[in-house]
């Protein structure tokens, strides 16, 4: 005989007043993490300050400008590809590549940058001593 399983996805349809709400949203992580970020010297052309960890900062921070702006105004100002483009006065398949190349390029330093240091950490590095 099988024993038959209650479902525990229960769901009530809340409604709650409009200050709660804004409540809610205002505690939010994410939303507190924008704050932090507001809180911050990040401009259009500083997008690497958003970075706490060295790592991560210069690996921004080498990132060609115009890619850096773009991907500023993609993820810190949430604008969307029009506002961009109006912005940057650049076509949409300029900004779009723009904003591949820069997740490429960030990534690339990334990877290139821990590379660095894990060879500097186990002594790899050019023998110093010739």
């Not at 949203?25 to 997008?47: G, M, P, W």
Request: charge should be positive; aromatic fraction near 6%.
């Amino acid at each position: 005989m099988k024993k038959q399983r209650k479902s525990k996805n229960h769901t009530k349809d809340i409604q709650l007043p409009n200050e709660k709400i804004k409540k809610l949203l205002a505690e939010n992580f994410y939303q507190r993490s924008i704050q932090k970020i507001n809180d911050l010297d990040v401009t259009i052309n500083h997008l690497e300050n958003i970075f706490a960890d060295e790592t991560y900062y210069l690996a921004m921070k080498i990132v060609p400008l115009l890619e850096r702006k773009v991907l500023y105004l993609s993820y810190v100002e949430n604008l969307r590809l029009n506002d961009i483009c109006k912005r940057l006065k650049l076509q949409k398949k300029e900004v779009i590549s723009l904003k591949n190349k820069g997740i490429i390029h960030f990534k690339n330093n990334l990877a290139t940058i821990v590379k660095a240091q894990k060879m500097k950490n186990k002594g790899g590095g050019i023998n110093e001593n010739k």
